[in-house]
């Protein structure tokens, strides 16, 4: 008799709650994933460089070309979708996809470029502490591509993530400049990285607008995938037509027999700094799909203290209190987010019942 209470109470409230843990369950390995993906492309892609290698296209083309392990599980979950609400769902346009991985791919390839610039002639805890200025310029995109809302918690999060980056970026001294690197080069390299990070703000808030616009705002890990695959494609193209065109195909050779780890080695970092990277770029954009391109931003700016303990593991990178301190501000700039976030689920869930009821 006290069942079908049991029953109804849970029909409508278990749910509900379940949902909502399984969500954040993604967000947190999409976290996950991203930090650890980064902290290892950053230093697998200095480590390139510091151990013999000398092109920037293969540099780039390693950023992009990593797509193919995500292969075998986009197929395998192709062959077991089943349609959605009842087979109601409206495909875009085709022309609309193709142009919508043109675009993406087009900026992942100049982004890519940039960044190999910058891991060339700047040490890690630079490279990923002038990243961290892609929070503003994703939150002014994502303002004028998806009307970003500026509550006093968000606010209160970009204020700290970019006080912790600029904090962390003063305690670096001329000093630090990588040896043999010129004073043009190493502006070069900043110029390049600065630039890297406003076309990836724009690629996050763009990407934002392609799950609003283009798929209706739907949410899958196929969709996920779409705008993995097909966009490292295109980038990936971009980048090999680079590496011919320049010349820089004829240096692999004699790079691969001069690099000081071995050739063995040389492959071995090659691959995987090119998985390291996809995944990073994976996680991240799962992230702007199960919340927004700036949360997406905000875990990649907390993964920044990590660069930096990676960076003075691997290539001993001076570790000072400024930095220390760095730390401290970017984590709490990323819990007033994640709040602000919890508020709007929260808000959710009460009026969820509400209609459900009428």
């Not at 770029?281 to 303990?309: K, T």
Request: net charge negative; proline share 3%.
């Amino acid at each position: 008799m006290l069942e079908p209470k049991g029953s109804n109470s849970s029909t409508t409230v278990c749910p509900a709650a379940e949902n909502h843990i399984i969500k954040w369950l993604r967000v947190a390995l999409y976290a996950i994933l991203a930090i650890s993906g980064q902290t290892s492309a950053l230093v697998l892609s200095r480590l390139y460089y510091q151990k013999g290698g000398t092109s920037n296209w293969v540099e780039s083309l390693t950023q992009v070309i990593g797509f193919p392990v995500l292969l075998p599980y986009y197929l395998f979950r192709c062959s077991t979708t089943v349609p959605s609400d009842d087979g109601a769902v409206v495909k875009p346009r085709l022309l609309l996809l193709v142009f919508t991985y043109m675009y993406i791919g087009l900026l992942l390839a100049a982004n890519s470029f940039l960044y190999s610039i910058g891991f060339e002639y700047l040490p890690v805890s630079i490279v990923s502490l002038v990243s961290a200025s892609q929070l503003a310029f994703n939150a002014l995109f994502s303002y004028f591509l998806n009307s970003q809302k500026f509550t006093p918690f968000i606010i209160n999060s970009l204020l700290l993530l970019t006080i912790s980056s600029v904090l962390t970026v003063s305690s670096n001294t001329a000093a630090e400049k990588l040896y043999g690197t010129s004073n043009g080069n190493y502006a070069l390299g900043f110029i390049c990285t600065f630039s890297a990070t406003a076309i990836y703000g724009l690629m996050l808030a763009s990407q934002q607008l392609v799950f609003r616009k283009v798929f209706d705002g739907r949410q899958s890990i196929k969709l996920v995938m779409d705008l993995t695959i097909y966009p490292s494609f295109v980038a990936s193209i971009v980048a090999l037509i680079g590496l011919f065109v320049s010349g820089e195909y004829k240096l692999l050779v004699p790079e691969m027999d001069s690099y000081e780890l071995g050739k063995a080695s040389y492959v071995v970092t090659l691959v995987s700094t090119a998985v390291c990277w996809q995944v990073s770029i994976f996680a991240g954009l799962g992230l702007v799909s199960e919340l927004s391109a700036l949360f997406a931003n905000c875990i990649f700016a907390v993964g920044l203290p990590v660069n930096m303990i990676a960076a003075i593991i691997v290539f001993n990178d001076e570790m000072s209190s400024a930095k220390g301190i760095s730390m401290v501000l970017a984590v709490w700039g990323i819990i007033s987010y994640a709040y602000q976030q919890y508020l709007d689920d929260s808000n959710d869930e009460t009026q969820e019942p509400q209609v459900s009821e009428v």
